[in-house]
């Protein structure tokens, strides 16, 4: 059993950057699968960004590439979400998931454990 805990989110301007974490417990999390996934209102949750168990092998969707940075610090039990660039589109509530499996996969469902989410707001 994994246990996640994201935290970071906040109210940025446009063009500003944030920085969300997400603790997780539990001894195997170095060989979990991380994902961030965010669901703006009204909108089906979508992928934004994952990465592999030793940290060598990012993903991202077309609309946060170049601007996200996820990383993980396996010591720490901790995976980070590093946004810049911020815009309005951006505003959503974001989760970090892990996954009991090898495969880094960028479909929710494939997902097995999820944080409860921080809210990301990116004002005009």
């Known amino acids: 059993q994994v246990q996640l805990v994201e935290s970071g989110g906040g109210l940025v301007q446009t063009g500003g950057s944030l920085r969300l974490s997400c603790a997780a417990s539990?001894?195997?999390?170095?060989?979990?699968?991380m994902g961030w996934f965010r669901q703006a209102p009204g909108k089906e949750r979508e992928f934004a960004a994952a990465?592999?168990?030793?940290?060598?092998?990012?993903y991202y969707a077309d609309s946060v590439k170049g601007r996200f940075t996820i990383f993980r610090d396996n010591a720490k039990n901790t995976v980070y979400l590093q946004m810049n660039s911020l815009k309005p589109e951006d505003t959503a509530v974001y989760y970090c998931?892990?996954?009991?499996?090898?495969?880094?996969?960028?479909?929710?469902?494939?997902?097995?454990?999820w944080g409860q989410g921080t809210q990301v707001t990116v004002s005009s």
């Open positions: 998931a892990a996954r009991n499996g090898v495969v880094v996969t960028t479909v929710d469902k494939d997902y097995d454990y």
């Open positions: 539990g001894r195997t999390f170095s060989s979990y699968p």
């Open positions: 990465i592999g168990w030793s940290g060598t092998s990012t």
